[in-house]
C-alpha cells in the first residue's frame, strides 16, 4: 500500500470524512431522513399534476423517485463544501498541504464520499419508494445507472463548490452562492414536473443545467427502460463536468497558500 | 567537525501581493543545520509570509529558495517528505481523537503503520498527552491542541521543523513547555526555524536570529552579538500617565531636552517614556534627573538596565514590541534594576 501513494492517500481521507459522519449520529440521521421528508411532501404536494394531458405515469411518486434522488445529490454536495470550510477555518487543510500528500487524492476522497453518502441516500429513496408501490423497470442495473449518473453530478457541484471555499475562505460566500444556485439548478430541470409543462425559457434554461441531464438519465430507468441515448448524453455532459469540476478544485488547491 | 551545513539558502526571496505589497524584499539567508533560529520582527514584517513561502504553502514572487540541497520551486514534494510545520492557530480537527490525527499526518507523510503506531506513542508522550490519546479532540483544552498540534509537525521525524509563533496565545505555563520541547528538539539534531514577536523568547531560545522589518533583514546574529552592538547602560524612563497627544508632547520635549547631553550617547521614545542610552548607568541618573525636572518635566520612575533585545529592536526598527504585552513596567518610585541579559 505504501508503494501506491495516490491510493492511500485518497483512501485515508476518505476514511476520513466517512469517520467524522459516523461520529455525528444526529447528522446521519438527518441525512437518512430528510429523503422521506421530501417523499411525503412532494408527493402529496404534486398528487394531482398526474392528472394533466400526457404526463408519463399515472403516479407522482413513480416519477418524482428518480428526480428526488438526484435533487438530494444537489443539496449535499453543498454540505460537502462546508465541511471544507470546517477544516480551512480550524487550521488543518493548511497543515495537511504541506505533508507531501497528493492534492488530487483530497479531491477524489472527498468526491468518494459524495459518491458513498449519496449511494446511501439512494438506497433510503429506492426502500421507501417501493415500500408505496413505485417500481424500477431496468432492475439493478437501472441502480448501477443512476449511481453513475448522479455521482457525476455531484462529483462536479462539490468540486465547485469547494473551490470556493478554497478561494474564498469564509462562510458568508458560500452560504450566499449556495442559497442562490441551489433552487434554480433544482427547478430548471425536470426533476419536478416534466420539461413540457414549462415555459419556453425554462426550457431553453435546462439545456444549460447539468441537473437536467442527470434527470433526463435517470428518469427513464424508473419509467420506461434505458435510454441510452439519455444516458450517453448525460455521461458524456457529466463527465466533462465532473473532470472540469476537479481540474478547478486541484487549481484552487495550489493557489491555496497565497 | 567540518563546517556546518546550511539546510535553508533563500536568495533574492521575494513575495509580492496584489502586485504591490512587498511582504518579503530580497531576502537572503542562510540558517545552519542544528541550529534554532528566530525570525523576529513585528506584525506585518513578513515572518510568516517568509516560512510559508519555505514550507511550500505560498509560492515567491521572485528568487528562489534551496532547503537540504533541494530546490524549492522544482522539488517542493520532496521538501514537503523533511518538514514539519506548526502553524499560529492549533489547527486541530474536533471530530478525531489525538491518536487517530496523528495517524491522519502519519499516513499523509506515507509511513507505515507500525512507524506510525511508534511514532505516534513517541510524540505524544513527548508533548505529555498520552492520557487523552484516544479521547476526542473536542474535549482538549486549548494548551492540550497546541500540544497536539506540534505533535503532528513532529510525527514525521522532520529534519526541519519550522514554528510559527510556537507560544502565541499560551498561558505562561504552557509557554515554558514549549521552550522545554524545543530544546529537547534541538538535542535530537532538529533544525528549528521559528518566528516571534516575543523578545524574551529569542533569547532564551535561539541561537541566532534575524530581525525582519518591511521585509527586509535589518540585523542577523547571536542574541549576544545584537546586544552587543549596543555598547554601555539603558537608562529607561518613565513619565506621568497623560492623555496620548500630551504624553507624546512630554516625551517629545524630554526628548529634546536630554539629546545635547555630551553623556547621552542616543535617546528613542517608548509608549510610556524614553530609553536613555549611555556610557555609565549610574553616574548618568543624576544629571538626567537633574535636566529633566529643572525644565518642569516628571520622571515617575527609573529603570537601569543592560541593553536587552528590546534596546537591539528598537534601534534598528525604530519601534517597540513592549506595547504587545502590555506595560509590566508600573509605577516604579526608585532605580530598580533588571537583571541584566
Redesign the interface.
Known amino acids: 500500500m505504501?508503494r501506491m501513494?495516490f491510493i492511500?492517500?485518497t483512501w485515508?481521507s476518505l476514511l476520513?470524512l466517512l469517520?467524522?459522519f459516523t461520529?455525528?449520529p444526529f447528522y446521519a440521521f438527518i441525512y437518512l431522513v430528510q429523503p422521506l421528508i421530501w417523499l411525503l411532501l412532494f408527493t402529496q404536494i404534486f398528487k394531482s399534476l398526474t392528472a394533466l394531458p400526457n404526463f408519463p405515469t399515472s403516479s407522482y411518486l413513480q416519477f418524482f423517485a428518480p428526480g428526488l434522488i438526484v435533487t438530494l445529490a444537489v443539496f449535499n454536495s453543498n454540505f460537502t463544501g462546508f465541511a471544507l470550510l470546517n477544516?480551512i477555518n480550524?487550521?488543518?487543510l493548511?497543515?495537511?498541504?504541506?505533508?507531501?500528500?497528493n492534492r488530487y487524492s483530497l479531491i477524489l476522497g472527498t468526491v468518494l464520499y459524495v459518491a458513498v453518502t449519496g449511494v446511501l441516500q439512494i438506497a433510503v429513496v429506492l426502500i421507501i419508494s417501493f415500500a408505496l408501490g413505485a417500481t424500477l423497470v431496468t432492475g439493478v442495473g437501472g441502480i448501477l445507472v443512476t449511481i453513475v449518473i448522479v455521482s457525476l453530478l455531484g462529483i462536479g457541484l462539490t468540486s465547485l463548490l469547494g473551490a470556493l471555499a478554497l478561494r474564498a475562505k469564509r462562510v458568508e460566500p458560500l452560504i450566499f452562492v449556495s442559497n442562490l444556485i441551489t433552487l434554480p439548478l433544482i427547478f430548471l430541470s425536470s426533476a419536478l414536473i416534466p420539461a413540457y409543462l414549462t415555459p419556453d425559457w425554462v426550457q431553453t434554461a435546462m439545456k444549460f443545467n447539468p441537473v437536467n441531464y442527470a434527470v433526463l438519465a435517470v428518469r427513464p430507468l424508473f419509467l420506461t427502460g434505458y435510454d441510452w441515448n439519455a444516458i450517453g448524453v448525460g455521461l458524456i455532459v457529466l463527465g466533462a463536468w465532473a473532470v472540469a469540476g476537479i481540474v478547478i478544485a486541484e487549481f484552487a488547491f495550489r493557489r491555496?497558500?497565497? | 567537525m567540518g563546517p556546518m551545513k546550511n539546510i535553508i539558502e533563500t536568495f533574492n526571496l521575494t513575495k509580492v501581493y496584489k502586485g504591490k505589497i512587498r511582504a518579503v524584499d530580497n531576502l537572503s539567508i542562510a540558517i545552519k543545520e542544528g541550529e534554532i533560529f528566530g525570525l523576529l520582527g513585528p506584525n506585518g514584517a513578513g515572518k510568516t509570509t517568509t516560512i510559508?513561502m519555505l514550507?511550500?504553502?505560498?509560492?515567491p514572487t521572485s528568487g528562489r529558495a534551496v532547503i537540504d540541497g533541494l530546490d524549492l520551486a522544482k522539488d517542493a514534494?520532496?521538501v514537503?517528505?523533511i518538514?514539519g510545520?506548526s502553524?499560529?492557530?492549533?489547527?486541530?480537527?474536533?471530530?478525531?481523537t489525538g491518536r487517530?490525527y496523528l495517524g491522519?499526518?502519519g499516513?499523509?507523510?506515507?509511513l507505515?503503520a507500525q512507524t506510525i503506531k511508534r511514532r505516534s506513542d513517541e510524540v505524544l508522550e513527548l508533548m505529555e498527552l498520552s492520557d487523552a490519546a484516544d479521547r476526542l479532540i473536542g474535549t482538549y483544552s486549548g494548551g492540550m491542541r497546541k500540544r497536539l498540534?506540534i505533535a503532528?509537525?513532529l510525527i514525521?521525524q522532520p529534519k526541519l521543523l519550522v514554528f510559527d509563533e510556537p507560544t502565541l496565545g499560551l498561558d505562561v505555563q504552557t509557554r515554558l513547555r514549549v521552550w522545554d520541547y524545543i530544546r529537547q528538539l534541538k538535542k535530537e539534531d532538529t533544525t528549528i526555524l521559528m518566528t516571534t514577536h516575543y523578545l524574551e523568547e529569542t533569547d532564551k531560545l535561539c541561537d541566532r536570529l534575524a530581525i525582519i522589518d518591511h521585509g527586509q533583514i535589518v540585523a542577523l546574529g547571536t542574541p549576544d552579538e545584537l546586544k552587543g552592538e549596543i555598547r554601555g547602560d539603558v537608562v529607561a524612563l518613565t513619565l506621568p500617565l497623560q492623555e496620548p497627544d500630551q504624553q507624546a508632547k512630554t516625551i517629545e520635549q524630554a526628548k529634546q531636552l536630554l539629546t545635547p547631553q555630551s553623556f547621552v550617547k542616543d535617546v528613542r521614545a517608548t509608549s510610556d517614556g524614553l530609553n536613555v542610552y549611555v556610557d555609565e548607568g549610574s553616574s548618568a541618573v543624576p544629571p538626567i534627573l537633574h535636566t529633566l525636572e529643572g525644565a518642569g518635566v516628571t520622571v515617575e520612575g527609573i529603570t537601569l538596565t543592560r541593553p536587552s533585545l528590546d534596546d537591539v529592536f528598537i534601534k534598528y526598527t525604530g519601534r517597540t514590541l513592549r506595547e504587545e504585552k502590555g506595560t509590566a513596567r508600573g509605577a516604579l518610585g526608585g532605580v530598580k534594576p533588571r537583571g541584566g541579559r
Do not use: M
Open positions: 505504501t501513494p492511500r492517500d485515508t476520513r469517520r467524522t461520529r455525528s477544516d480550524f487550521g488543518v493548511e497543515k495537511v498541504l504541506i505533508t507531501p500528500v491555496f497558500g497565497d | 510559508r514550507v511550500t504553502l505560498t509560492k514534494r520532496k514537503r517528505e518538514i510545520y502553524s499560529q492557530e492549533a489547527g486541530v480537527d474536533e471530530n478525531a487517530e491522519l499526518f499516513s499523509y507523510y506515507h507505515d498540534e503532528t509537525a514525521n
